[in-house]
């Protein structure tokens, strides 16, 4: 089943994805309410709420298909790390502290846009970045869970673009932190929220699901890939991200970007020199991961805000100067 919420003039709503469009559920319950239900209760609503009248897609603006708490994001193909490591510093290798555990960061919840939401420019940034991700839903809460038992706390999957400000990242990587500002302007999730069941039938024999990524710009495909290519399965990211802690219902993980053109930064590593060119206003990205859909997304011009101010140098006093108060 496939999950969506959408903004009718103002008003939002959570519903099915049918074969004629979609299909409200009951004005008081959110997708992120059937994720903590459980996955058996949210198809059930699921197939109650198809017999509302349908809505066209194409009359409503698609949001994120749920109001994430945390949004995790990984870095789990290797093809991926050893281009943007060459971009980033000349070297064509890949650390071997990614083979050793799956690597993350929490992003930014509050920036999550739609299937079709315009993507401003961050603020200071020349080189504009897209990165096309799968994403997994936890539907159960749990903590320090093995892998076998995180399976069962999948309730689903959608897209997941993180946009990326690849200057202002570069910088922030330098202090050993981060990233930070270089990744937190946007955030694309959706189109929908698809249960995990219905992408059982792509998994292969290494327990991976083998589903087609491809992302163009203005038109132009610049990247495909196997989400089997990753490095790790996606219940191993959950168990994972739950060791010692804990993941709850309606948690996103990301996968990271896949390799072979997901992202521009790879190319640029791989080729060279900025081709494609970094993002620019008017350039639309469109991302389709097979068995879930496609995302569309045009990057628009951001705000123009003040410089940051530099760190003034500190003196390395340790005692007040005299007359100060205490």
Request: hydrophobic share 40%; aromatic share 6%; proline share 10%.
């Amino acid at each position: 089943m496939r999950f969506a919420t959408w903004d009718d003039g103002g008003v939002v709503t959570a519903g099915v994805v049918g074969e004629h469009g979609l299909h409200a559920l009951p004005p008081d319950v959110t997708v992120l309410d059937l994720v903590r239900a459980g996955l058996p209760a949210a198809l059930d609503a699921g197939l109650a709420a198809l017999s509302a009248p349908p809505v066209p897609p194409a009359e409503v603006r698609l949001l994120p298909p749920l109001q994430a708490p945390t949004v995790r994001d990984f870095v789990a193909f290797e093809e991926h790390v050893e281009g943007v490591r060459k971009a980033i510093d000349g070297v064509a290798e890949v650390p071997p502290e990614w083979y050793q555990a799956p690597t993350f960061y929490f992003t930014n919840p509050y920036a999550l846009i739609g299937a079709h939401d315009d993507v401003p420019i961050p603020p200071g940034s020349q080189r504009f970045d897209f990165e096309l991700e799968v994403a997994v839903v936890v539907g159960r809460d749990g903590a320090s869970l093995t892998p076998e038992q995180a399976r069962e706390h999948v309730f689903g999957y959608t897209i997941l673009n993180d946009w990326s400000a690849r200057d202002l990242q570069a910088r922030e990587m330098k202090v050993n932190l981060g990233p930070a500002k270089g990744k937190d302007s946007a955030t694309t999730l959706g189109p929908c929220l698809v249960t995990a069941d219905e992408l059982e039938p792509y998994r292969d024999g290494d327990g991976f699901l083998a589903l087609d990524l491809r992302v163009s710009v203005d038109d132009v495909e610049v990247g495909q890939d196997l989400l089997s290519n990753m490095g790790w399965p996606f219940e191993e990211l959950i168990a994972y991200a739950s060791r010692g802690t804990e993941v709850r219902a309606g948690d996103v993980l990301g996968s990271g970007t896949c390799g072979n053109g997901g992202c521009l930064a790879e190319l640029w590593g791989v080729r060279g020199e900025a081709a494609p060119p970094p993002l620019r206003p008017g350039d639309v990205v469109e991302m389709t991961v097979e068995g879930i859909g496609t995302i569309r997304n045009r990057v628009v011009e951001g705000r123009q805000l003040p410089p940051v101010r530099a760190a003034r140098p500190r003196p390395r006093t340790r005692t007040r100067p005299a007359g100060t108060a205490r």
